[in-house]
């Protein structure tokens, strides 16, 4: 299968990239990994007229913490994100997340950033985002704005950047003492679609009751969900409570609206959702009590 | 149509120098462009991984690259593992291991092979099975294949 015609540019710095952008309107699209882009270009899905291949802009490729913040480069490639010690160590959510989200070679391209920006609900990183409170980096032709997570997924496939502007960083507020994450996701085979998705950040009192929590969903709905009746129906809590942890979770199943397709009903997915948000409340909180 | 683009890609160490129409997928420019057939197209939707090839020493998709973007990079595709009309030790154990039955996926399960095990010289079976998760075999003859890979994870030939 080929592509549809294109024309194509590989800018150097980020300022020429944005100038392509600005001045193709809506027939530019901005091509990272292209592990997404790339087969819905061959299924004729989408038909840019030009692709902006960032791929060759130095300095789109870091992960660090620094000042208040654990800071990605939208460029970081997902096996970059999987192999990082800081993230394995100190941000287990994303690490689970980065383990799961295509395959081996899909992640040697697929970067974090497009992973985010390409609004499939489907896509992994975009719960995580959303259950960790990030927010988002946006350069455009007047200079850099940021995007909380809970603002940025529009519609599927619509995210809240303009036309000429590109996703730079992903940033996570730094991890605060007891707290804790966890993304587990049911998928029918490697590689595949999630058929749900749950991610759940949490933060513990010196007590051990809940003092914050942060879930989304993937795959159950138009965009990633941010569940938030479920996290403030936990605040508060003791974790080890069953029955605040089966109200949680029938909360987050009420705020999924999955869709009936070949990954199931509508009503197994919920079930899904209830059962993977219940898991990872308890890995989030086990994580949180060990880093205390 | 689009113009063409120059692009110059150093291929199973030689350079290689051509112009292509952006749309170009990587696969093609290797097997019709490059004449190299032993990277197989199999589901050309970015499944199967028959296509695999190392680019800048990273296993990746040829079917999901396109061609422009390896400019002034580095492929290694299967032809470049036999060296000196001696076969690579991952090919002698795929050979001795029968890890192959129809061998359409086998370019690709050697590619993935060979960059786990530059990697991590002494996988485990759950390093070679999570190593090659994205390589799918229509035979399913995965037992065989991980047999094949611990094999030649141990030969001294590398």
Known sequence: MLPPAFEYAAPRTLPEAIELLKSRGDGAKVIAGGQSLIPLLKLRLASPALLVDINRIAGLNYIEESGDSLRIGALARMAEVEASSIIRKKYPIIHDASEVIGDPLVRNLGTLGGNVSHGDPSNDMPAVMLALGAELVAAGPGGSRTIKASEFFIDTFSVALNHDEILTEIRVPKRSPRSGGCYLKLEQKVADFAVAGAAVQVRLGSGGDCEEAGIGLTAVGPTAIKARRAEASIVGKDPSDRSALKELADIAAEESDPSTDIRGTSAYKRDVVKLLVGRAFDSACERARGDS | ?158
């Open chain 2, 1 to 158: 149509m689009a113009s063409r683009v120059p692009i110059s890609v150093k291929v199973n160490g030689v350079r290689r120098d051509a112009e292509v129409e952006p749309r170009l997928l990587l696969v093609h420019f290797i097997r019709e462009d490059l004449g190299l057939t032993g990277t197989h197209v199999g589901c050309d939707t970015s499944n199967c991984s028959a296509c695999a090839v190392l680019l800048d020493g990273k296993v990746v998709k040829s079917c999901t690259v396109l061609a422009v973007q390896a400019d002034g990079k580095e492929v290694i595709t299967v032809e470049g593992l036999a060296k000196g009309g001696r076969l690579h030790p991952i090919q002698e154990a795929f050979l001795a291991k029968h890890g192959l039955q129809c061998g359409f996926c086998t370019p690709g399960m050697l590619m993935s092979a060979y960059a786990l095990i530059r990697a991590n010289r002494h996988p485990t079976e759950e390093d070679i099975r999570k190593g090659i998760s994205g390589n799918v075999c229509r035979c399913t003859g995965y037992a065989k294949i991980v047999e094949s890979v611990e094999q030649a994870s141990r030969s001294k030939n590398w």
